[in-house]
């Protein structure tokens, strides 16, 4: 089973695919979807521009979202939750499952100890992958978290 990780966000947006047999799994891809847009409307376009092409190389089977749990900035806060709309809509148009989890929750599937810092989430994320550098921002390593974390969900419900 391929499942695509996301970590969102409206001027970078992570991602991670994976692929699942039996207890194996392994990276397929992973990256970071930048968004040059400057205004508001004209990102969110470009992100759902950007989303279709990675669902239409990759053909996921299920995907995960990175809820929004809070941030300091309002105005970031606002621009991530429209980027995660959009990002919503696009999944299910794709008629795609989605899992959607909490930060903790990623971090309990992925190195059981739901306050890990990113440096122990990003550490146990290579060591699952086989992944000793990742040429990527750490939104990559949290959208490979994420789709862990979904394979996780999907063993144990």
Known sequence: MKI?????????????VIETSG??????????LKIKAKAL???LLELSTGLKK????????????????????KKTAIEVAQARGVIL??????????????????KVAVTSYGAADKLMV?????????????AA??????ALAVALAVSSHQKWG
Do not use: C
């Open 4 to 16: 695509l990780g996301i970590d969102p966000g409206s001027t970078l947006m992570g991602y991670g």
């Open 23 to 32: 207890s194996s799994v392994r990276a397929l891809s992973y990256g970071v």
């Open 41 to 43: 409307p004209d990102k």
């Open 54 to 73: 990675l669902l239409t190389k990759h053909t996921p089977d299920s995907t995960g979202l990175e809820k929004l749990f809070f941030a300091k900035n």
């Open 89 to 106: 809509l696009g999944l299910l148009q794709a008629n795609l499952p989605v899992t959607e989890l909490t930060p903790a929750e990623i």
């Open 122 to 134: 990003k550490k146990m994320v290579g060591k699952i992958l086989n992944i000793e550098t990742l």
């Open 137 to 142: 921002d750490d939104n990559a390593w949290d």
